[in-house]
Protein backbone atom coordinates (compact mmCIF):
# COMPACT_ATOMS: atom_id res chain seq x y z
CA UNK A 1 0.00 0.00 0.00
CA UNK A 2 1.42 3.61 -0.97
CA UNK A 3 2.43 5.28 2.38
CA UNK A 4 -0.11 8.54 1.65
CA UNK A 5 -3.09 5.75 1.44
CA UNK A 6 -1.92 4.41 4.94
CA UNK A 7 -2.09 7.65 6.43
CA UNK A 8 -5.16 8.85 4.77
CA UNK A 9 -7.29 5.74 6.04
CA UNK A 10 -4.98 6.18 9.46
CA UNK A 11 -6.59 9.56 9.70
CA UNK A 12 -10.26 8.13 9.01
CA UNK A 13 -9.75 6.11 11.26
CA UNK A 14 -8.89 8.00 13.97
CA UNK A 15 -11.49 10.56 13.34
CA UNK A 16 -14.08 7.18 13.06
CA UNK A 17 -12.79 6.25 17.08
CA UNK A 18 -13.40 10.09 17.56
CA UNK A 19 -16.20 10.56 16.25
CA UNK A 20 -17.88 7.48 18.65
CA UNK A 21 -17.70 9.62 21.52
CA UNK A 22 -19.27 12.55 19.44
CA UNK A 23 -21.93 11.18 18.26
CA UNK A 24 -22.80 9.04 21.90
CA UNK A 25 -22.10 11.95 23.54
CA UNK A 26 -24.35 14.36 21.53
CA UNK A 27 -27.25 11.50 20.96
CA UNK A 28 -27.82 11.46 24.75
CA UNK A 29 -27.43 15.10 25.54
CA UNK A 30 -29.54 16.35 22.99
CA UNK A 31 -32.05 13.70 21.87
CA UNK A 32 -34.15 11.69 23.83
CA UNK A 33 -32.64 8.49 23.53
CA UNK A 34 -31.79 6.49 26.44
CA UNK A 35 -28.11 5.23 26.42
CA UNK A 36 -29.18 1.38 26.60
CA UNK A 37 -31.66 1.74 23.50
CA UNK A 38 -28.47 3.82 21.67
CA UNK A 39 -26.18 0.88 22.47
CA UNK A 40 -28.09 -1.67 21.25
CA UNK A 41 -28.52 0.25 18.21
CA UNK A 42 -24.92 0.77 17.75
CA UNK A 43 -24.21 -3.15 18.34
CA UNK A 44 -26.91 -4.26 15.45
CA UNK A 45 -26.12 -1.59 12.87
CA UNK A 46 -22.34 -1.98 13.26
CA UNK A 47 -23.24 -6.18 13.24
CA UNK A 48 -24.84 -5.25 10.02
CA UNK A 49 -22.04 -2.97 8.35
CA UNK A 50 -19.88 -5.38 9.02
CA UNK A 51 -21.66 -8.47 7.93
CA UNK A 52 -22.00 -6.34 4.65
CA UNK A 53 -18.36 -5.35 4.57
CA UNK A 54 -17.16 -8.94 5.15
CA UNK A 55 -19.51 -10.13 1.82
CA UNK A 56 -18.72 -7.70 0.11
CA UNK A 57 -14.81 -9.34 0.08
CA UNK A 58 -15.76 -12.58 -0.27
CA UNK A 59 -15.52 -13.89 3.12
CA UNK A 60 -17.70 -15.59 5.39
CA UNK A 61 -18.72 -14.70 9.32
CA UNK A 62 -18.49 -18.54 10.11
CA UNK A 63 -17.07 -19.31 13.11
CA UNK A 64 -15.22 -16.52 13.70
CA UNK A 65 -14.93 -14.65 16.92
CA UNK A 66 -15.98 -15.88 20.45
CA UNK A 67 -18.73 -15.58 23.11
CA UNK A 68 -16.20 -14.13 25.48
CA UNK A 69 -14.72 -11.65 23.10
CA UNK A 70 -18.56 -10.96 22.36
CA UNK A 71 -19.32 -10.26 25.84
CA UNK A 72 -16.37 -7.55 26.56
CA UNK A 73 -17.00 -6.07 23.57
CA UNK A 74 -21.00 -5.84 24.94
CA UNK A 75 -19.50 -4.43 27.96
CA UNK A 76 -17.69 -2.08 26.79
CA UNK A 77 -20.56 -0.41 24.40
CA UNK A 78 -23.12 -0.78 27.38
CA UNK A 79 -20.60 1.26 29.57
CA UNK A 80 -19.66 3.60 27.50
CA UNK A 81 -22.67 5.06 26.58
CA UNK A 82 -24.28 4.98 30.05
CA UNK A 83 -20.74 6.84 31.07
CA UNK A 84 -21.47 9.54 28.21
CA UNK A 85 -25.25 10.27 30.11
CA UNK A 86 -22.77 12.36 32.44
CA UNK A 87 -19.27 12.80 30.89
CA UNK A 88 -18.13 15.99 29.27
CA UNK A 89 -16.97 14.02 25.71
CA UNK A 90 -13.08 14.88 26.50
CA UNK A 91 -13.25 13.90 29.55
CA UNK A 92 -14.90 10.17 28.48
CA UNK A 93 -12.78 9.62 25.39
CA UNK A 94 -9.19 10.79 27.86
CA UNK A 95 -10.57 8.30 30.27
CA UNK A 96 -11.34 5.70 28.12
CA UNK A 97 -7.89 5.76 26.15
CA UNK A 98 -5.78 5.92 29.30
CA UNK A 99 -7.90 2.57 30.88
CA UNK A 100 -7.88 1.15 27.60
CA UNK A 101 -3.56 1.64 27.11
CA UNK A 102 -3.00 1.33 30.96
CA UNK A 103 -4.98 -2.49 30.41
CA UNK A 104 -3.07 -4.05 27.77
CA UNK A 105 0.22 -2.69 29.52
CA UNK A 106 -0.88 -4.19 32.92
CA UNK A 107 -1.83 -7.57 31.04
CA UNK A 108 1.92 -7.28 29.53
CA UNK A 109 3.40 -6.71 32.56
CA UNK A 110 1.42 -10.08 34.21
CA UNK A 111 2.79 -12.10 31.36
CA UNK A 112 6.23 -11.10 32.11
CA UNK A 113 7.19 -8.49 29.89
CA UNK A 114 9.60 -5.96 31.91
CA UNK A 115 9.62 -2.17 31.42
CA UNK A 116 12.90 0.06 31.73
CA UNK A 117 13.03 2.79 34.06
CA UNK A 118 11.73 5.41 31.47
CA UNK A 119 8.69 3.26 30.69
CA UNK A 120 8.45 2.82 34.01
CA UNK A 121 8.55 6.44 34.85
CA UNK A 122 5.60 6.99 32.01
CA UNK A 123 2.94 4.23 33.51
CA UNK A 124 3.55 5.85 36.78
CA UNK A 125 2.73 9.34 34.99
CA UNK A 126 0.01 8.29 33.39
CA UNK A 127 -1.77 6.50 36.50
CA UNK A 128 -1.09 9.71 38.26
CA UNK A 129 -2.45 11.59 35.53
CA UNK A 130 -5.86 9.93 35.93
CA UNK A 131 -5.84 9.77 39.54
CA UNK A 132 -5.82 13.50 39.26
CA UNK A 133 -8.52 14.09 36.81
CA UNK A 134 -10.89 11.98 39.25
CA UNK A 135 -9.31 13.69 42.84
CA UNK A 136 -12.18 15.43 44.58
CA UNK A 137 -12.81 18.89 43.38
CA UNK A 138 -14.92 21.68 41.73
CA UNK A 139 -14.04 20.47 38.46
CA UNK A 140 -14.09 16.51 39.30
CA UNK A 141 -16.06 14.30 36.59
CA UNK A 142 -18.97 12.34 37.70
CA UNK A 143 -17.69 9.36 39.73
CA UNK A 144 -20.13 6.95 38.30
CA UNK A 145 -19.58 7.96 34.78
CA UNK A 146 -15.71 8.23 35.92
CA UNK A 147 -16.11 4.92 36.74
CA UNK A 148 -18.02 3.18 34.32
CA UNK A 149 -15.53 4.53 31.58
CA UNK A 150 -12.60 2.94 33.35
CA UNK A 151 -14.71 -0.26 33.06
CA UNK A 152 -15.41 0.37 29.36
CA UNK A 153 -12.00 1.06 28.78
CA UNK A 154 -10.87 -2.49 31.04
CA UNK A 155 -13.25 -4.07 28.24
CA UNK A 156 -12.23 -2.97 25.43
CA UNK A 157 -8.48 -3.53 26.48
CA UNK A 158 -9.44 -7.31 26.68
CA UNK A 159 -11.46 -7.16 23.73
CA UNK A 160 -8.13 -6.07 21.77
CA UNK A 161 -5.98 -8.31 23.80
CA UNK A 162 -8.31 -11.66 22.87
CA UNK A 163 -8.01 -10.44 19.32
CA UNK A 164 -4.16 -10.20 18.85
CA UNK A 165 -2.65 -12.33 16.30
CA UNK A 166 -6.34 -12.92 14.49
CA UNK A 167 -5.96 -14.21 10.62
CA UNK A 168 -8.71 -11.61 9.64
CA UNK A 169 -9.79 -9.05 12.11
CA UNK A 170 -12.38 -7.73 10.24
CA UNK A 171 -14.30 -10.86 10.21
CA UNK A 172 -13.85 -11.68 13.45
CA UNK A 173 -15.08 -8.09 14.65
CA UNK A 174 -18.24 -8.60 12.77
CA UNK A 175 -18.93 -11.87 14.22
CA UNK A 176 -18.06 -10.45 17.60
CA UNK A 177 -20.49 -7.79 17.09
CA UNK A 178 -23.25 -9.89 15.82
CA UNK A 179 -22.91 -12.07 19.21
CA UNK A 180 -22.71 -8.79 21.43
CA UNK A 181 -26.17 -8.20 20.31
CA UNK A 182 -28.21 -10.78 22.23
CA UNK A 183 -26.53 -9.04 25.26
CA UNK A 184 -27.74 -5.66 24.49
CA UNK A 185 -31.16 -7.14 23.65
CA UNK A 186 -31.66 -8.57 26.71
CA UNK A 187 -30.28 -5.45 28.62
CA UNK A 188 -33.11 -3.77 26.78
CA UNK A 189 -35.42 -5.95 27.96
CA UNK A 190 -34.57 -5.43 31.57
CA UNK A 191 -34.82 -1.60 31.12
CA UNK A 192 -38.08 -1.53 28.90
CA UNK A 193 -39.96 1.01 31.43
CA UNK A 194 -37.29 3.11 30.83
CA UNK A 195 -36.97 2.93 27.41
CA UNK A 196 -36.95 6.38 25.15
CA UNK A 197 -36.59 6.50 21.38
CA UNK A 198 -36.41 9.45 19.39
CA UNK A 199 -35.41 9.67 15.55
CA UNK A 200 -32.60 12.03 15.61
CA UNK A 201 -30.86 9.19 18.49
CA UNK A 202 -31.41 6.66 16.67
CA UNK A 203 -29.78 8.77 13.65
CA UNK A 204 -26.71 8.71 15.75
CA UNK A 205 -26.80 5.54 17.28
CA UNK A 206 -27.22 4.28 13.77
CA UNK A 207 -24.03 6.40 12.41
CA UNK A 208 -22.02 5.58 15.48
CA UNK A 209 -22.69 1.53 14.87
CA UNK A 210 -22.48 1.68 10.89
CA UNK A 211 -20.24 4.24 10.27
CA UNK A 212 -17.63 5.38 13.09
CA UNK A 213 -17.84 1.70 14.03
CA UNK A 214 -18.15 -0.88 11.39
CA UNK A 215 -16.32 1.25 9.04
CA UNK A 216 -14.11 2.52 10.81
CA UNK A 217 -13.08 -0.49 12.14
CA UNK A 218 -12.49 -2.09 8.89
CA UNK A 219 -10.50 1.14 7.71
CA UNK A 220 -8.02 0.73 10.81
CA UNK A 221 -7.78 -2.79 10.41
CA UNK A 222 -6.99 -2.45 6.60
CA UNK A 223 -4.31 0.48 7.16
CA UNK A 224 -3.09 -1.60 10.65
CA UNK A 225 -0.67 -3.73 8.71
CA UNK A 226 1.54 -1.28 6.90
CA UNK A 227 1.95 0.15 10.38
CA UNK A 228 4.88 -0.69 13.39
CA UNK A 229 3.68 -1.59 16.14
CA UNK A 230 4.69 1.88 18.06
CA UNK A 231 3.41 3.82 15.09
CA UNK A 232 -0.29 2.37 15.90
CA UNK A 233 -0.12 2.47 19.58
CA UNK A 234 1.38 6.39 18.91
CA UNK A 235 -1.35 7.41 16.44
CA UNK A 236 -4.16 6.21 19.56
CA UNK A 237 -2.96 9.26 21.00
CA UNK A 238 -4.64 11.73 19.31
CA UNK A 239 -7.85 9.80 19.71
CA UNK A 240 -8.46 12.01 23.16
CA UNK A 241 -7.39 15.50 21.54
CA UNK A 242 -9.44 14.76 18.44
CA UNK A 243 -12.90 13.86 20.40
CA UNK A 244 -12.29 17.39 22.54
CA UNK A 245 -11.75 19.23 20.13
CA UNK A 246 -15.15 17.72 18.04
CA UNK A 247 -16.59 18.83 21.31
CA UNK A 248 -15.87 22.37 21.34
CA UNK A 249 -16.45 22.92 17.24
CA UNK A 250 -19.89 20.73 17.76
CA UNK A 251 -21.38 20.32 21.12
CA UNK A 252 -19.47 24.01 22.81
CA UNK A 253 -18.04 22.43 25.50
CA UNK A 254 -15.12 23.74 27.27
CA UNK A 255 -12.21 22.18 28.28
CA UNK A 256 -11.32 22.86 31.93
CA UNK A 257 -7.67 23.49 33.23
CA UNK A 258 -7.88 20.33 35.31
CA UNK A 259 -8.71 18.32 32.07
CA UNK A 260 -5.93 19.87 29.84
CA UNK A 261 -3.09 19.29 32.37
CA UNK A 262 -4.56 15.35 33.26
CA UNK A 263 -4.61 15.00 29.04
CA UNK A 264 -1.01 16.30 28.76
CA UNK A 265 0.23 14.08 31.75
CA UNK A 266 -1.23 10.83 30.94
CA UNK A 267 -0.80 10.82 26.83
CA UNK A 268 2.94 12.06 27.64
CA UNK A 269 2.83 9.06 30.53
CA UNK A 270 1.44 6.24 27.78
CA UNK A 271 3.78 7.74 25.27
CA UNK A 272 7.30 7.25 27.04
CA UNK A 273 5.57 3.10 27.75
CA UNK A 274 4.56 2.31 24.07
CA UNK A 275 8.48 4.47 22.89
CA UNK A 276 9.89 1.52 23.59
CA UNK A 277 7.07 -0.95 24.46
CA UNK A 278 5.29 -2.05 21.26
CA UNK A 279 1.09 -2.88 22.56
CA UNK A 280 -0.35 -4.04 19.31
Known amino acids: ?30 TAIDAVSFTSIRLISGALMLWWIVRLRGGANGKAGSWRSALTLFTYAACFSIAYVSLPTGTGALLLFGSVQITMIGYGLWAGERLRRLQSIGLIVALAGLIGLLLPGLTMPPLQGSLLMLVAGVAWGIYSLLGKGVVNPTQVTASNFLRAVPFAIGLTVVTCPQMTLDLPGVGYAIASGAIASGIGYAIWYQALPHLQATQAATVQLSVPILAAVGAILFLHESITLRLGVAAIVVLSGIALVIKKQPLC
Open 1 to 30: MPPIRTLILTIAAMLAFAGNSLLCRMALKH
